[in-house]
C-alpha cells in the first residue's frame, strides 16, 4: 500500500497592484521572512517605514485565512514564503515631467504584487541575512523632565 504522506497545509493571501515600488516593500519583507506571525505583527505595526502598511494588512488576511479557510490555529503559524514582484509599472502609469524649452520626461509610477504564505511550521532553511534588510524602528523619544532653577522661581 501507499505510504500516507503528510502534507503541509499553508494559507496564502495576495495583494496586486499596490501603489508603491518592489524596493520598498521587499526591504520590510526581507525583515519579516521567516519570523512567526505574532512577532512579524509586531514588527510591522512599530516599523517606521511607510511600506509596513500594505504588508501588516496582508499578513493579517493570511492570518484570517488559515483560520477559517483552513481550520489552522491562528496563535502558532509562521512565515514561511514572501514574495514582492514588480507589477506593470511604468506601462499603464506614466505621468509627464515638464522639462527645459518645451520637453517632456516620464515618470514611470511603479506598481508591486505581494504574496504571504503562512503555515504551521517554521521553514526548515533560514532566510539568507542581507545588507539593508533591517527595518528601522521610530526613535524613542524621551522627554527631559523640566528642572526649576532659583533664576526662574522669581
Known amino acids: 500500500m501507499a505510504e500516507m504522506q503528510t502534507q503541509k497545509q499553508q494559507a496564502v493571501a ?4 499596490v501603489r508603491m515600488g518592489p524596493r520598498k516593500l521587499r526591504r520590510v519583507a526581507d525583515a519579516i521572512r521567516g519570523k512567526s506571525v505574532r512577532e512579524a505583527l509586531v514588527m510591522l505595526q512599530f ?5 509596513s502598511e500594505p504588508i501588516e494588512k496582508l499578513v493579517r ?11 489552522m490555529n491562528t496563535d502558532d503559524l509562521y512565515i514561511t514564503r514572501i514574495t514582492v514582484d514588480g507589477g506593470p509599472g511604468g506601462r499603464f ?5 515638464p522639462r527645459a524649452q518645451g520637453r517632456a520626461y516620464f515618470k514611470r509610477k511603479r506598481l508591486s504584487h505581494v504574496t ?6 517554521p521553514p526548515k532553511k533560514q532566510p539568507k541575512r542581507r545588507a539593508g534588510a533591517s527595518v528601522a524602528f521610530k526613535p524613542a523619544t524621551t522627554r527631559r523632565p523640566r528642572t526649576t532653577t532659583a533664576a526662574s522661581q522669581g
Do not use: M
Not at 504571504?116 to 511550521?121: A, K, P, S
Open 14 to 17: 495576495h495583494l496586486k497592484f
Open 47 to 51: 516599523a517606521g517605514v511607510f511600506a
Open 61 to 71: 488576511s493570511a492570518v484570517a485565512n488559515a483560520g477559517n479557510n483552513h481550520n
Open 93 to 97: 502609469t506614466k505621468r509627464l515631467d
Open 116 to 121: 504571504v504564505v503562512v503555515g504551521e511550521e
